[in-house]
Each structure stands twice: as structure tokens, then as C-alpha cells.
């Protein structure tokens, strides 16, 4: 039975640990310096963490193998799963030709710019980003903005700024259910964290983005309408996460974020929107005269994608609502209802690793755990939004052949990603199995309580690096645990603040800024972008890290 030796390195904890960052510096070098495609520096480092495994700490290559495609499986199997089958639930929506009435929905709540840049880029953003994740609500959101006028930098921050608080729950909870199986601490706990950490920004973004649109005028005109969403959003987020559905918090919080914008608006109405929607439009038209080649021919097709030609019945608003209520429902009885609750979790399949499983102790000499495959064929949340996906194909009178070819189509768009996806998890297993993570995590617990205040770097510098919180966390989090464990700190708070963390730094992701940068028509201006949204990434950050340091303290009667 192979036993992780904690310093295997000269028996020096401090040299073992820098031998074990190799892969994860070889992840931030071949991304952030060589600038190589994501699956390259995924299988790259993958590549250095099983070379430093059977040199380093001796395990067996046969071992360190199977534990890699151990990894492999568990990135198929659920993760890249829930991913599919959340963006294949969108795009069904936008085939069948029902995602032009859910934006005309949006159009009629308010007309006013900064109004209607807190409705898409946070309400409906974070609504995408609870589906699908992984770029596709900052393309699609930002698209939208550029239809309704908006200037292509200010588009460009809008929809980054705002693609914060959702994060952590996003694709169906994938960051947290990730968290969760590589650490082996209950996810609806780490979820139940987050669930009060992150509602602190959910709370102050929207009247960020209200500065952002038309600076201190917009907050001084439309801040009651981007407090009440945002205080609705916070609370939304933290009883969903804590009482109701960890995979269900982004949808129910969007749409009660979305409702409680269009009871304010009916009491209440916003001051010079004339005066924005004008001084918006000249910025716009200025950009716009200056724009060449393609990123000239994106502003034209986004204000050609808008159809205000058909009336905007009830009937039209009813089925374009109806995909995520019917989401909100069938997550709700599958968690909430126990006789249901309870077949699913009968249905789950658990078997140790062919090969590995019995064969790989932790460093205390116990029989490892993390070798046992938990395969849940139906109660997976990717399971339930195919069944869900399904009947919206059905209830729409979409073909379910072109479902199926669009799903297909969605497996060969998304090879690179899922490549990348495989990798970075077969990375994680293989440094978590043979003791690279524990090592990191022994060095690192070192400083005590203070860790518990630069916690969230973690997961920020991993999801800057991956342009995934998901990522981060399989990076990071049992890193997190380790260190927790032995600086006597909260294992479950540290590894939620990995993904607190790393919300914050989507915006200044490379593939972010490239996806945004592609999608409003300022390719090449992305080093542009990351200038002026930066410091607001620093900024709540700072605010993250010493909210996790006084939940680690005097703060602790915050935590479940």
C-alpha cells in the first residue's frame, strides 16, 4: 500500500513543498507567461505532477496513473456532464426562437440604460451563469447590452463586474459539488458558507454597475431600484444556498432580483433617463465611427438581433419564463420532497477505483477514501436538466433529433474545454492521492490564523489563471482543507473561501476578457478592459479576505 510521505524532499517540508508547486507554477507559467492554450498547460502540468509523484514521493506509476484517470472520469462524470447539459437547456431556448421574447421581457421593464444594465448583466447574467457558466453569460449578456445601445467599453465592464456574486453557484453549483467530492466535506455545507460570504456582493453590485454606466449621476438617480434588487439577490442567495437548494441558488435569486426590479419600477422611476440614454448614445456612436473591420460589424449585428415587431403577449412572456421555472421546480421536488429525494439517492452507484482503490493510504496510514467512484447516473443535477431540456424540446414543439444533434454539436464545440476540464482535474487527483497537496498544505498551514485571511487568494489566483472557479477549485481545495486542518482552522470556511475568492477574479481572466472583448467588438483591446476593471477585482477581493479572517474569529457565529 503506497503512504504519501509529507517530506519526501532532503525530509524538509519547505523544499518538498516548492517541489510540489511545480505543477501548479507550470499552470501559471505556460497560461500566464507563455500565454498556451488552456488544455496545453492543463496536460502540461498534469505531465509534472506525475513525473514529481513517482520520483519525488515514490508512488508507484501504475498507481499515480490510475489516479489520474480517476481524475479524468469524475471531469466527465458529473462536472463536464452538468456543464453540457446547462448550456445544451440554453441554447434549446434560443433554437426554438423563445430567447427574443425572454429579452423583449427584459426591454419592457424599463427603458432607462442603467436600469436595464442592472436587469441583463446581473439579473438575467446571473440566470446564465446558474445554467450554463463557463464565459457563455458574458457573451450573451454583453451582446444584449450593445442591442439596446450601450457603448462597447462600458458594455464590456458592465457584464464583467456583475459576472462576480453569481460565480460560485454557477452551472448548477458545479464550483461547489467539485469542492465537495475532492475534499470529501458535505457540498450543501461549503454551499451554506458561501451562502454568506458572497451575498456581501451581490448586495453592492448593482450599484456598481449603475457607476459604471453614468458614474456618481446614475447612483444618485437610480440607486433605491439597484439597492432593493441587490439587498433581494443577497437574501435570496443566502436562503437558497443555506435552506432550499445549493444547485438551485443562482436561478432563484436572479428571478427574485428580476421581480423585485419590476415591483420598484412600478412605484418608482428613475431620474434623466433622457439625459443617459443620450449622453450613452453620442459615447456609442463616437466608438462606433472609430471600430474597424470585424469589430465594426458586431455592433451592427447586435442591434440587428433585436425584434420589437411582435406584440408582447401574456402568453409570449408565460413560455419564455417557462425553461426556468420549470428548473426552479423539478430541482426543488428532486431536493425537498424526500420520498423523491431519497429514490434518487437510491439509484447513486459507488465502487472503488479498479486498481487503486485499497491500495493508496493517507499520510496517517489509513485506507484512502478519495479511490471510491460515487457514479450518480440519475440524481446528478446534469441528469435532472437533461430530463428538464427535454420537456422545454417538447412544450416549445422543438424536434428532439435537433436536440439531440445540438447536444452532439455542443460535445465537438466544447472538445478544447472538455480537454482542459480532464486534465486539470486529473491534475488535482494525482496531487491530492501521491501528497503533493498535503505537503503544500502542511508548509502552508505555517502561518496559523493569519492564513485564514489571504485564504481567498487561493481560489482568485487560480480562477485568474483557469478563467474557472470550477478549476480553482480543483486546484486548490484540498489544499485549503490541509492547511485549515493544521493551522486548526476551519476546513469547511477555507475551502468555501477558495471559491469566494475566486468569483472575483473572473473579470480579469484572460479567456474572460477575450470572450468579452470578442463579443461587444473590441478584440484587441483587452489589455484595456483588464485596466479598468482591475481594482474593482482588488477591491472586493480585500473584502472577501477579511470577511473570511473575522468568520474564522469573532465573526464565526456567522457560519452554519
Known amino acids: 500500500m503506497y503512504q504519501p510521505d509529507l517530506a519526501p524532499v532532503a525530509d524538509n517540508t519547505f523544499l518538498s513543498a516548492l517541489v510540489a508547486l511545480l505543477p501548479l507554477l507550470t499552470v501559471f507559467l505556460t497560461l500566464g507567461v507563455l500565454k498556451w492554450r488552456a488544455h496545453w498547460a492543463g496536460l502540461a502540468a498534469l505531465a509534472v505532477a506525475l513525473v514529481i509523484a513517482v520520483a519525488a514521493y515514490g508512488m508507484p506509476a501504475d498507481l499515480a ?27 434549446i431556448t434560443v433554437k426554438a426562437g423563445r430567447f427574443q421574447d425572454l429579452r423583449a421581457v427584459i426591454d419592457s421593464i424599463s427603458d432607462d440604460p442603467r436600469i436595464q444594465a442592472i436587469l441583463i448583466a446581473f439579473c438575467f447574467g446571473g440566470m446564465l451563469e446558474a445554467l450554463a457558466g463557463f464565459g457563455a453569460p458574458l457573451a450573451i449578456t454583453g451582446v444584449m447590452l450593445l442591442a439596446v445601445g450601450f457603448p462597447r467599453m462600458r458594455a464590456a465592464v458592465a457584464v464583467l463586474v456583475a459576472n462576480t456574486a453569481p460565480v460560485a453557484f454557477g452551472a448548477i453549483a458545479t464550483p461547489v459539488i467539485t469542492a465537495g467530492n475532492l475534499t470529501g466535506i458535505d457540498y450543501e455545507h461549503i454551499g451554506a458558507i458561501i451562502g454568506r460570504q458572497t451575498p456581501l456582493l451581490a448586495l453592492v453590485v448593482p450599484l456598481f454597475l449603475l457607476i459604471i454606466v453614468d458614474g456618481r449621476r446614475g447612483l444618485k438617480n437610480c440607486w433605491p431600484v439597484a439597492l432593493a434588487v441587490g439587498a433581494v439577490f443577497a437574501a435570496a442567495q443566502f436562503l437558497a444556498s443555506n435552506h432550499i437548494s445549493v444547485e438551485l441558488t443562482d436561478i432563484i435569486s436572479s428571478l427574485a432580483g428580476l421581480a423585485t426590479a419590476v415591483v420598484v419600477l412600478r412605484f418608482w422611476s428613475p431620474k434623466g433617463t433622457a439625459e443617459a440614454t443620450e449622453r450613452l448614445g453620442m459615447e456609442r456612436e463616437k466608438e462606433d465611427a472609430e471600430a474597424t473591420g470585424e469589430n465594426a460589424q458586431i455592433a451592427k449585428d447586435a442591434m440587428g438581433e433585436r425584434d420589437t415587431d411582435r406584440e408582447l403577449t401574456g402568453g409570449r412572456i408565460a413560455m419564455a419564463l417557462f425553461p426556468y421555472l420549470l428548473v426552479v421546480a423539478v430541482f426543488s421536488f428532486a431536493k425537498l420532497w424526500t420520498p423523491l429525494k431519497d429514490f434518487l439517492a437510491d439509484t447513486d452507484l459507488s465502487f472503488g477505483w479498479p486498481g487503486l482503490d485499497g491500495d493508496v493510504a493517507t499520510a496517517s496510514g489509513e485506507v484512502s477514501t478519495t479511490t471510491v467512484f460515487s457514479f450518480q447516473w440519475l440524481s446528478s443535477p446534469g441528469s435532472l436538466l437533461l430530463i428538464c431540456g427535454v420537456i422545454v424540446a417538447l412544450v416549445y414543439r422543438y424536434p ?32 491530492n492521492q501521491s501528497g503533493q497537496t498535503i505537503t503544500v498544505g ?11 485571511f489571504f485564504a481567498p487568494v487561493l481560489g482568485w489566483l487560480g480562477t485568474a489563471v483557469t478563467g474557472s472557479d470550477t478549476s480553482a477549485n480543483a486546484l486548490f481545495a484540498t489544499l485549503q482543507q490541509t492547511a485549515a486542518e493544521g493551522a486548526d482552522l476551519d476546513p469547511a470556511l477555507m475551502v468555501a473561501s477558495n471559491t469566494s475568492g475566486g468569483v472575483v477574479a473572473k473579470l480579469i481572466s484572460p479567456q474572460n476578457l477575450a470572450i468579452v472583448a470578442t463579443a461587444v467588438g473590441l478584440v484587441g483591446k483587452e489589455s484595456v478592459i483588464l485596466r479598468k476593471v482591475v481594482w474593482w477585482s482588488i477591491g472586493m477581493l480585500v473584502a472577501l479576505c477579511l470577511l473570511n479572517g473575522l468568520q474564522s474569529g469573532i465573526l464565526e457565529g456567522m457560519l452554519p
Open 65 to 91: 496513473g490510475l489516479s489520474a484517470t480517476q481524475g479524468a472520469v469524475f471531469g466527465l462524470f458529473p462536472i463536464l456532464w452538468i456543464v453540457i447539459a446547462a448550456i445544451w437547456f440554453y441554447e
Open 400 to 431: 428532439l433529433t435537433s436536440a439531440a444533434k445540438l447536444y452532439v454539436d455542443n460535445v465537438v464545440k466544447m472538445r478544447w474545454t472538455i480537454l482542459t476540464v480532464v486534465s486539470v482535474l486529473s491534475l488535482a487527483y494525482v496531487m
Open 442 to 452: 502542511t508548509w502552508i498551514a505555517g502561518a496559523g490564523a493569519a492564513f485564514a
